[in-house]
């Protein structure tokens, strides 16, 4: 756990230095677009429902998301994580949703949109590793792309999502805390 905790804090500091907030803080380089992020099953601020934790067996939660239209927008990312100190992680990464895309059903991981790509998570495993901690923030975040995140299926998670936070220019997040 203390490895896994180091990892993402490395990530987190890699985007950082990168100039991208979108995990963390707030980006330097250019104002960023917002995105409107919701679910017919999370509320921003309230437990994440049990089935989409490792006591369950829905896999990812369904997500939806709007903003402004964007002109150089092409592909959508998600990230889900969480940066507290009981359950530091990615859980889920997946990359080039097509942006006339705007919600993913329940258990999407196991059944991506056509071209997208799921990196290697903090556990090793690539698609959705439900959380565990019960107690924890656990943020569903939703980004915009100007354009593909060129990766290799064996890539690093921090170079995958240092290739998103390049490629960033609308984000926005939904925020579960703690599982029921």
Do not use: H
Request: net charge negative; proline share 7%; hydrophobic share 35%.
């Amino acid at each position: 756990m203390r490895r896994a905790a180091v990892l993402v804090t490395a990530v987190a500091s890699a985007l950082v230095v990168s100039g991208c907030g979108a995990i963390i803080g707030t980006s330097e380089a250019e104002e960023i677009a917002r995105i409107n992020v919701s679910s017919p099953d999370l509320r921003e601020g309230r437990p994440l429902p049990r089935q989409f934790s490792c006591k369950g067996d829905q896999g990812s939660p369904p997500l939806r998301w709007s903003s402004r239209p964007l002109e150089e927008a092409e592909t959508v990312a998600i990230v889900a994580d969480s940066n507290s100190a009981e359950s530091s992680g990615v859980y889920w990464v997946l990359y080039n949703i097509p942006a006339s895309m705007t919600e993913l059903g329940p258990n999407a991981s196991e059944s991506p949109p056509e071209g997208s790509g799921q990196a290697k998570v903090t556990s090793g495993k690539a698609g959705y590793d439900p959380p565990c901690a019960p107690e924890g923030a656990y943020r569903f975040s939703v980004y915009t792309l100007k354009g593909e995140v060129e990766a290799q299926e064996d890539a690093a998670l921090s170079e995958v999502l240092r290739r998103i936070a390049d490629l960033t220019i609308a984000r926005g997040r939904l925020t579960a805390v703690n599982i029921e």
